[in-house]
């Protein structure tokens, strides 16, 4: 072992992904844990925890980053997050891979959508020509056979998606209604289960945006894998009993959905100190803006849902689904701390929440190497002062943050 970059950690609660364990000790050398508990190494750097809780690193299973997102959320301790619509460049993903001060990014690419479908109904002309502009400097092979409107489309969209270095495919099912944009093209139910299929022949993921029972309903007969929403519309049994005997996980953007709605107390979130002070003014703008699309919606219906399907044994990941600050109610990093606020207020307990943003996620997307505390698994890890396995806002008490071996020194 090389002595000079051992870490202990002693003194810490920990919570290794799925529960607190009677151990008090981590050991790290270079990018690994190499003993949840046992005596410091001789010459290993010693941290004192005392009083604070570690953490695997959080895992937001649903965002849009790029790289300046990427850094800001690991200063929130979230290490690794899932994107779920966007592209890197073969520079982006070498510096993603190799620097320690931006989270990790599992990655679906562009999504398969209709053409001129979700989310273009919601973007700007500024934010249009910006999208143009990107594309055109991420080269001609980026955006090609992003669109599909016959089932043999859908096969040449996934073909693609997997040569670009995709882990998971993304599919948008949306007629934007929720959106205040009812009509807007939206994909047929051949082209989902052709790229279903298509995805399952590759070895891949399928995953989709449903924002509505309807949307809902038509992924799973597809064969999705995982849902990236839950809907808003009025939940019904039929359609809570057909996720539950589907097998699908859901990330149910509990945060997302009430900005959708309209009443998010994203307010208070946003006024925390532990928050507030993260954020540069214009996210601290973006944070407290509404996309109010869907004022007939009721968050309770939102939580009421979630703690259905997780008492019924259905999979819950967490998810913020940040974007960009002109799309309000999310930012990077926070916001899934918010959402692991918003799991306990539907009725799970502290740790049954961090499950969500830990081993849950990493277990259902095939990352076997993180969201764990466990000998072997890299060392992505939040120390955090108090005990967020009961108050889950102690989340936010942020002490340190590594990623792969490399404490940051930023925080």
Known sequence: MNKEKITFITNVKIFDGERVIDKQSVTINDEKIINVGGPAPEGAEIIDAKGCTLLPGLIDAHSHPNLKDLRSAITFGVTMTYQMQGFYTDDQKKEID???????????????????????????????????????????????????????????????????????????????????????PDLSDEVIEAACKAAHSQGKMAVAHTMSLKATERAIKAGIDGLMHLFVDKPSKEIIDTIISSGVFVCPTIVAGASTIGDSDTERFGNDIRVSSKLTDEWKIALNKHIASWPQGKTEDLLATVKALHDAGVDILAGSDPTQPNVGGMVHGASLHHELQMMVKAGLTPIEALRTATSIPARRFGVYNRGRIVNGALADLLLVQGDPTTNISDTLSIKAVWRQGTRLTTI
Not at 114 to 127: I, K, N, R, S
Not at 129 to 136: D, F, T
Not at 162 to 176: L, P, R
Request: charged share 25%; with cysteine.
């Open 98 to 184: 190799e620097k320690r001060d931006l989270a990790y990014a599992l990655k679906s690419n562009l999504s398969i959508s209709a053409p001129d479908g979700h989310p273009m109904e919601l973007l700007t002309p500024e934010v249009k020509e910006k999208m143009k502009a990107l594309s055109a400097a991420a080269g001609p092979g980026a955006t090609m056979d992003r669109h599909a409107t016959t089932p043999e489309e859908a096969v040449r969209c996934v073909a693609k998606r997997v040569a670009q270095g995709a882990d998971y495919i993304k599919v948008m099912i949306e007629d934007g209604t929720v959106f205040g944009h009812p009509g807007i």
